[in-house]
């Protein structure tokens, strides 16, 4: 039988490493798909995903166990994310002050937005249409984007949801509502004839 | 009215999050309208090609990595126990301290301030060592090589990305 995460936490706190290797792999995949569908970039994904388990790793002995273990996770990862995407932000904000984007540099995001209408539906590839949803997903802004991650990757309930975001249970249906809104918005072209 | 309220409540529908009633209506709704049963099957394939994309496997050594990662950690705090000791003790000190001796120590740290602007001619500054200053550097990023790069390349690197 598969140890539950409560008992391997049980084992961590008595000095078994081996148990936090468990839980590592039980959690690494799921961590890093939110992770790498909230950043867009495997590299930024590799190093926050591996952060995310650092301190994992050192907040580990004061899980007390009030919430699921998950849930706990779940939001250190979603919090991780946003800091790191705020220092992103800030980043780029330095850049763009400095060296003004040309045009070859133009981002999926700026694509999406722009070809709505004069994108030929017979020449959509399924990679195509994949780079389509992700990059309408990386439009959305952050409050509805890391609900409709979580949601999807984890079919989370609302209940859950509302639990790791700290939000009502009302806050996750209406965002969840509008991520679909937004996204059906802008993948209709596309999805009908995939 | 009955459409409006049913494609407000579809996206609670595909999660199955509504009541069994709710839900019933709306099915039934949506077999008699084509235009809210299109936009459910909008809907449905939106959250099944989201999904197939958004799950992602890491690396085969990823745990290995975040050990690495950890290594790391434990050595750069291996090396300072002494400063953390020497904090420890002094918000021990501050802790203890009467209202009255606060206040005296505040008092007198606003005045060292005062003099420090307006005769700074007392207080000569303290030289910078460049070299001591890069071996601090060099020794700081040998312990965590992943904090931090310089600005530059930091910079440099965010703007390949972008
Ligand atoms: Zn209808």
Known sequence: MANSDESLIRRFKNGDEESFKELVKRYQARIYSIVFAMMGDKNDADDICQEIFVKLYRSLYQFRGKSKFFTWLYRLTVNTCINAQNGRKRKLQTISLSHPVGESEQSLVEFIEQDGENCSIDILKNKELGMKINSAIDCLSDDLKEVFILREIEDLSYRELAKILQCSEGTIKSRLFRARDRLKEKLLPYINNS | ?162
């Open chain 2, 1 to 162: 009215m009955k459409c409006r309220w049913s494609k407000e409540n579809l996206s609670a529908y595909i999660d199955g999050e509504l009541n069994i009633i709710t839900g019933w209506i709306i099915k039934r709704h949506a077999k008699f309208c084509p235009e809210c049963q299109k936009e459910l099957n909008e809907l449905q394939k939106i959250s099944k090609l989201s999904k197939l994309l958004l799950i992602k496997e890491p690396e085969f050594d990823f745990y290995e990595q975040v050990r690495e990662k950890l290594q790391q950690v434990k050595i750069a705090q291996q090396e300072k126990p002494e400063i953390a000791a020497e904090r420890k003790s002094i918000e021990r000190m501050w802790t203890f301290l009467p209202q009255s001796g606060k206040a005296a120590l505040l008092v007198g740290v606003a005045a060292l301030l005062f003099f420090l602007v307006i005769y700074p001619q007392i207080f000569p500054a303290p030289s910078l060592s460049i070299e001591q200053f890069e071996e601090e550097y060099l020794r700081s990023r040998e312990t965590l090589p992943w904090v931090e790069s310089p600005a530059l390349s930091a910079t440099l690197m965010s703007a390949e990305r972008g």
